[in-house]
């Protein structure tokens, strides 16, 4: 489709694991979650790092001419981006972080708190491309330590236990404050 440059609008619904086959590891798991093919053991509990496939910038690398990313907790910044990807022609990639309450073991009534988490600390980037380069982000008003999303999910337990495992959040934490540098994610502060 990308390199073909079919006109078509393709958006990835991510949960971040293949949910319908019993919570499974996908392309799209998180490092440390766990999930029923991802133990909570070992030297990297969960899933491993470096697996992960960032899907919004592989599309993004075929310089196609549309390429964004959203959650579920802004949903006008979605509708913007489907009206965005709808006027302009070509292969267009919209990648949306949709939590799962089931599969990473969260209250539902925390699902747009997650989905705000994920971008407030920087772990999942909320952008824009076109032909291949970043024409606007999402700012964080406030960043957030990657520590308060993963709280709130049975999936990141482990890291919680009995002596926690700060080293693995810790490269979290590496991870969210390499996205922020990358997409210039952090408002900039006000100048007296």
């Not at 590891?25 to 899933?47: D, F, H, I, L, M």
């Not at 913007?80 to 799962?100: D, F, N, S």
């Amino acid at each position: 489709m990308f390199e073909r440059g079919d006109d078509v609008l393709y958006v990835c619904y991510d949960n971040e694991a293949y949910m319908n086959t019993g919570v499974q590891r996908s392309g799209a798991t998180p490092p440390a979650a766990r999930t029923q093919t991802t133990k909570p053991v070992g030297e990297e509990p969960g899933n491993a790092f470096g697996q992960g496939k960032n899907a919004p910038l592989i599309a993004m690398a075929h310089e196609i001419p549309y390429v964004a990313t959203a959650t579920v907790a802004e949903l006008y910044d979605l509708e913007a981006k489907v009206e965005r990807a709808m006027q302009l022609h070509g292969a267009r990639y919209l990648h949306v972080l949709v939590p799962c309450p089931l599969g990473w073991g969260a209250e539902s009534r925390d699902t747009i708190r997650i989905a705000r988490l994920a971008k407030e600390t920087g772990l999942f980037p909320v952008f824009e491309a076109e032909h291949g380069e970043v024409v606007s982000v999402s700012k964080i008003r406030r960043q957030a330590p990657v520590e308060d999303y993963l709280r709130l999910q049975r999936r990141f337990a482990h890291l919680f236990g009995d002596p926690p495992r700060t080293d693995v959040i810790e490269k979290l934490q590496a991870i969210a404050d390499r996205n922020i540098r990358r997409f210039g994610l952090l408002e900039k502060a006000e100048t007296a």
